[in-house]
C-alpha cells in the first residue's frame, strides 16, 4: 500500500534575517527595545533617595561605537534628565567635530543616574547597573572622564576585564572586544584654560582611534 505524501506544515516562526543591513536592524530594534526597558526600570527604583526627580538617562545612538562616561550628572542634566546636556554636552559636540567623528556613533551616560544631593547616596546596586547598560550598546571603545569612574569600572569587574590605569590620552585594553581612553573629568575642565588643553590633549586620541577604524 503506497503512504500519502506528508502534508506541508505551516510555520509561524518570523524568518531570519539574512542580510547585513537585516541583520544590523534586527540588532539595533533589540538595543533600542533593552534601552527602554532598562529606563522604565531606572524610572521605578526607589533605592536612591532622589525624591520626585527622575534619574538621569543616557542619550545617544544604542548601537554607538564610542560611549563616553562620566561620574554625576550636573544641575542642567538633571533638570531635563538627559546625560551630557548643556555645558559639557555642547563642548564635546565641538571635539568631535574637530576630529570628524560622527556624532552618531556616540552615546554619552553617568555612573551615578539618580539626583541625589551627593554621590556618595546613591545605591550602589544602582551603579552597578552600567554595567549593563554598556552591554546593551555594547560600544567598541568607553572613553572614561575622571578617576573616579576609572576607580569605578576597575570595580564593577566587567566580564574578561583587565585594570585601567589611569593614564589620560592612552589606549588601553579593556576587554577582548573593548578599548578604553582615559580623559580629565570634562565638567571640571571648561573653566580654566589649562584644564581645557589637558582635556583635549587626551581626548584627541580618540581621533586617531576613530580614523584607523576599517570602512563599514
Known amino acids: 500500500m503506497q503512504g500519502k505524501e506528508p502534508t506541508p506544515s ?3 516562526e518570523v524568518p531570519m534575517p539574512v542580510t547585513d543591513d537585516e541583520i544590523r536592524e534586527k540588532y539595533l530594534e533589540r538595543a533600542i527595545r533593552e534601552l527602554n526597558e ?3 526600570e531606572l524610572k521605578d527604583c526607589d533605592s536612591c533617595p532622589r525624591g520626585n526627580l527622575t534619574p538621569v538617562l543616557g542619550s545617544g545612538h544604542p548601537q554607538a561605537d564610542i560611549m563616553l562616561i562620566k561620574y554625576a550628572p550636573r544641575p542642567s542634566e538633571v533638570e531635563e ?3 551630557f546636556y548643556g555645558r559639557a554636552g555642547n563642548a564635546l559636540m565641538k571635539s568631535l567635530k574637530r576630529l570628524d567623528i560622527d556624532p552618531l556613533a556616540v552615546y554619552g551616560t553617568v555612573c551615578v543616574k539618580c539626583p541625589v544631593s551627593d554621590p556618595s547616596l546613591a545605591d550602589p546596586s544602582c551603579i552597578e547597573r552600567l554595567v549593563e547598560e554598556i552591554e546593551i550598546v555594547r560600544p567598541k571603545i568607553l572613553v572614561l572622564m575622571g578617576e573616579e569612574v576609572v576607580d569605578l569600572i576597575n570595580e564593577l569587574g566587567l566580564p574578561l576585564a ?4 589611569w593614564e589620560p590620552g592612552v589606549l588601553q585594553r579593556l576587554t ?3 578599548e578604553v581612553i582615559t ?3 570634562i565638567d571640571g575642565s571648561l573653566d580654566d584654560e589649562d584644564d581645557k588643553r589637558a582635556f583635549w590633549g587626551a581626548f584627541r586620541e580618540l581621533g586617531t582611534w576613530w580614523s584607523s577604524l576599517p570602512p563599514y
Do not use: C, K, L
Not at 583587565?162 to 590605569?165: F, H, L, N, S, Y
Open 38 to 40: 532598562f529606563s522604565h
Open 162 to 165: 583587565e585594570q585601567i590605569r
Open 183 to 185: 580623559v580629565p573629568d
Open 81 to 83: 534628565g538627559v546625560a
Open 10 to 12: 505551516v510555520s509561524n
Open 176 to 178: 577582548p572586544s573593548r
